[in-house]
């Protein structure tokens, strides 16, 4: 019953203006209470510097009044995920005392980054540390992991893990390009879940890209960026960009909110790796569609005979009609569709389509 899928708000390094202090936090849990997400990770530094032989994961840097940051939160029906380095939470099996101290401090789960191995005695641990943080009712995140291995049927409290070259990348490397991200869907996704953390506001063509560590830009269209939250699979879903980014694009923000993060059923409608897919996934009555496209510009026919109620309401973002060379361009759209009926699915150099098919009783 504790274990609860769903999207985060993230006070990571991606955005440069994150800072650890008070107000920063309460910013972000706001924003995730705004858009009606469960969670908000506080991340690196929020015990102080980490990786040290002084860092203590059971104690708040001295900026911090964690008490009154669970408050707020509380007070906001949102719940916190604490960022962890892995050598800390090894020191000693400190990790004992600081998991019985997060479940009383009422932590939903925890996010731990940095193993870089996948030697037994590495796996091992992986093991032990799931099942105390199950003791304690945390879920878990692995970040610097290694691909998954299933564990997750086992210890279900295990939500996701990187284990891939995601988003952040983008900080300091050209090679999270479209194809990649069309590419991933058929291999590292494979194995298990996948926090890739998705959701970048500055996008670019692979013309104008370049490499901006404190205003993070990511390659592709913004509509590429909405379809990564349908196709990519992770129960714990990450929001990589900062509320004011956000806040400039809200029908960005409002329409990736209302993407789940658990399917019930999953149709792969058309697909060639590393160029192209379409997918369709379902949740409770609604079905999400979903295209990524590499740098070729596509229009893809896809017949609806995967829907079960006659009509349905479908809402898209999708690539606007300038995407080509101004990769945030996006247009949406609302029309009613039958089941059977064709559609278009049309994407830009790099770009993406992404719609939300409710029902209509």
């Not at 009154?68 to 939160?73: C, G, R, S």
């Not at 009509?311 to 247009?331: C, I, L, P, Q, T």
Request: hydrophobic share 40%.
């Amino acid at each position: 019953s504790w274990i609860k899928p769903g999207m985060c708000a993230w006070d990571h390094w991606w955005s440069g203006e994150v800072k650890m202090e008070m107000d920063v936090i309460k910013e972000y849990i706001d924003f995730a209470a705004e858009q009606g997400w469960p969670y908000m990770l506080i991340d690196w530094q929020w015990y102080g510097p980490y990786n040290k032989a002084h860092a203590d994961i059971t104690k708040p840097a001295p900026q911090l009044n964690m008490p009154e940051i669970l408050e707020y939160a509380r007070s906001k029906n949102v719940r916190c995920w604490l960022w962890l380095y892995c050598t800390d939470v090894n020191k000693n099996d400190s990790y004992k005392e600081a998991f019985a101290l997060y479940e009383k401090w009422g932590i939903a789960g925890i996010k731990i980054d940095f193993m870089d191995r996948d030697d037994q005695e590495m796996v091992n641990w992986y093991h032990r540390i799931i099942k105390e943080a199950a003791k304690h009712k945390l879920m878990v995140n692995f970040h610097g992991a290694y691909k998954p291995d299933g564990i997750g049927r086992t210890y279900p409290n295990l939500l996701t893990r990187e284990g891939v070259m995601g988003g952040e990348y983008s900080k300091f490397s050209k090679r999270v390009t479209p194809e990649h991200n069309v590419t991933l869907a058929f291999t590292r996704m494979l194995a298990g879940p996948m926090d890739y953390t998705p959701g970048a506001v500055n996008n670019a063509t692979a013309e104008d890209f370049y490499i901006n560590f404190v205003h993070p830009i990511s390659l592709g269209t913004r509509a590429h960026q909405a379809a990564l939250y349908v196709v990519y699979e992770s129960s714990l879903q990450m929001l990589a960009d900062s509320p004011s980014n956000y806040y400039k694009a809200p029908e960005f923000a409002s329409f990736i909110s209302r993407i789940p993060t658990t399917w019930d059923d999953t149709k792969a409608i058309t697909a060639k790796i590393g160029e192209q897919l379409v997918i369709a996934r379902k949740n409770g009555k609604n079905w999400y569609l979903a295209g990524l496209t590499d740098w070729n510009a596509r229009s893809i026919e896809v017949k609806l005979n995967f829907l079960e109620a006659d009509k349905y309401k479908m809402e898209v973002f999708k690539d606007g009609v300038n995407a080509d060379v101004y990769a945030s361009d996006f247009k949406t759209e609302e029309v009613i569709v039958s089941k059977g009926d064709s559609i278009n699915v049309t994407m830009a150099k790099g770009g993406g389509w992404a719609a939300i098919l409710t029902p209509i009783e």
